[in-house]
């Protein structure tokens, strides 16, 4: 059975630092991988995907995530944080058998001004 | 576009009392789903649907009962309440695109069981 593992349950960034979150995963086959957020009292917004093919992947508002196959990470990034970025975060990977994600913990993530 | 749209919001119920919480979608995806967020445990599957007539159980089924008689419809509803299902539920609908499957989240439900 596949599981996911976020490492850090908060981290503190100061505005205008950047920000990588860490995601383990471990699956038997080539994993699809995804990262959503959830602001307060919301639901969860996808924020990007892994598939297949370039292992850097690209989001909305800024984020990136990178695939690193011998690592079984999928690690999400973003050079400068905004306020608006406090959230929490979740990593998932899909099943084999599609249409059902395992979930991390979820990082939640404090902005300092 | 209203997306996936659950009700209530918010609900109290009382141990052995029971409830449906509805979900409905309106982009006529095939797939739908039913988590759980617990602090610290991310988002656990419930109960899932491929299709109108078809369910399945996810990874913490016991306690709930769903059905899927439309595309846009899956209730999900718990028999006798315990205060371990106090939660936030989260509906979700998908698809597949490229291989993956790509899912839209409801704003969830936020029950209480005293």
């Known amino acids: 059975a596949q599981s996911v593992t976020q490492p850090d349950i908060h981290i503190t960034v100061s505005e205008g630092a950047s920000l990588e979150l860490r995601c383990n995963y471990s699956?038997?086959?080539?994993?699809?991988l995804f990262w959503y957020v959830q602001s307060p009292g919301q639901g969860l917004q996808l924020l990007l995907k892994?598939?297949?093919?370039?292992?850097l992947v690209q989001g909305i508002k800024g984020f990136e995530a990178e695939f690193k196959r011998s690592q079984s990470s999928f690690n999400l990034r973003k050079p400068s944080v905004h306020w608006s970025d406090a959230a929490e975060y979740f990593c998932?990977?899909?099943?084999?058998?599609?249409?059902?994600?395992?979930f991390g913990g979820g990082t939640r993530v404090l902005v300092k001004p | 576009n209203a997306g996936v749209t659950q009700t209530p919001k918010f609900q109290v119920l009382k141990t052995g009392q029971s409830m449906t919480l509805q979900c409905a979608q309106d982009?006529?995806?095939?797939?739908m789903s039913w988590y759980r967020q617990d602090p610290g445990m991310g988002l656990r599957l419930i109960h899932y649907?491929?299709?109108?007539?078809?369910?399945d159980q996810g990874e913490v089924p016991n306690g709930y009962n769903v059905s899927r008689s439309t595309t846009e419809d899956f209730p999900l509803r718990l028999l006798s309440a315990a205060p371990s299902q106090t939660s936030v539920y989260f509906c979700?609908?998908?698809?597949?695109?490229?291989?993956?499957?790509?899912?839209?989240f409801g704003q969830g439900t936020r029950l209480t069981v005293v």
């Open positions: 979700a609908s998908s698809f597949t695109a490229g291989g993956g499957t790509e899912a839209f």
């Open positions: 699956y038997g086959a080539t994993p699809y």
């Open positions: 892994y598939f297949s093919g370039d292992t």
């Open positions: 998932a990977v899909e099943g084999a058998a599609g249409n059902k994600l395992t």
């Open positions: 982009m006529n995806h095939e797939y």
């Open positions: 649907s491929v299709g109108a007539g078809i369910t």
